[in-house]
């Protein structure tokens, strides 16, 4: 009898710390993404001159442009990582690939619905140095990760 109150309390002292450990890593990532999401406003900012009326109104539509391409890229990971080996069925691969084109369409689809949108705040040489900004500050990240 003493025993089983002894593993419960081992239990209960393991699932706490794993629930306090899970949190933790959650605000670390949290802190982390926060961090990156402020350098890369401050270095599109920059690079696009944005005034304070354009401020406004460019980083609520920038936002969530990027999470629709953030998820986008999730999903392109997550099936990099389930892609069927060559062993598989010709339905298999041929799903692979389609599913593949339709996240493809997706990317192509994004840029169609928010390019009007970026046009109605910002200037055309911005929105053509919003993309080369957006690729060279994720450039820059991934140097400071490789470090």
Known sequence: MKNKQIIKNILFIFVLFCGIF???NAQAQGKRGEK???ARQEYIKKRLNLTPEQDKKF?????VYIE?????NKAKKQMRLEMPSLTATD????ASIQEM???KQREVDIE???IPKFKAIISVRQ???MYSASKDFNKLLLEKLKE
């Open 91 to 94: 339905e298999q691969l041929n």
């Open 127 to 129: 929105l053509v140095e």
């Open 36 to 38: 990156i999401k402020k």
């Open 101 to 103: 084109l339709n996240l």
């Open 112 to 114: 169609k619905t928010y």
């Open 68 to 72: 629709e391409h953030q998820a986008i």
């Open 59 to 63: 980083w609520v539509v920038y936002e």
């Open 22 to 24: 899970t949190q933790l």
